[in-house]
């Protein structure tokens, strides 16, 4: 898999359990770091009810859903990164509609 470019949708994981959802704007693989614009944090997940599209990942697939908890947009940059997941499209829509909670 390449390097997500430039305005990629992507779902992030640090290495102390953080989940993030932006778009790129920049990726140091070397130093695990991304800087990512319109980002949100996700606080808690929510099962989806899916049988096949459960855990983590799943943020990355069809998004935050039901009970998920997540943050405002802000611009920000992860240190420690673990994973770097591209989104689906629905997935998107899911992060962009979703409420604020905190």
Not at 68 to 93: H, L, N
Request: with cysteine.
């Amino acid at each position: 898999m390449n390097v997500p470019e430039k305005g990629t949708p992507v779902v992030v994981f640090d290495s102390n359990r953080g989940m993030y959802f932006g778009y790129v704007e920049e990726i140091d693989i070397d130093r695990k770091i991304i800087r990512l614009s319109r980002a949100r944090h996700c606080f808690m997940r929510a099962a989806t009810g899916m049988p096949d599209c459960e855990g983590n990942y799943s943020l990355a697939v069809v998004g935050p859903i039901g009970r998920s908890r997540v943050g405002p947009r802000v611009d920000m940059i992860v240190f420690d990164v673990s994973k770097i997941i591209q989104c689906t499209d629905d997935a998107v829509k899911a992060w962009e509609e979703a409420k604020w909670k905190s």
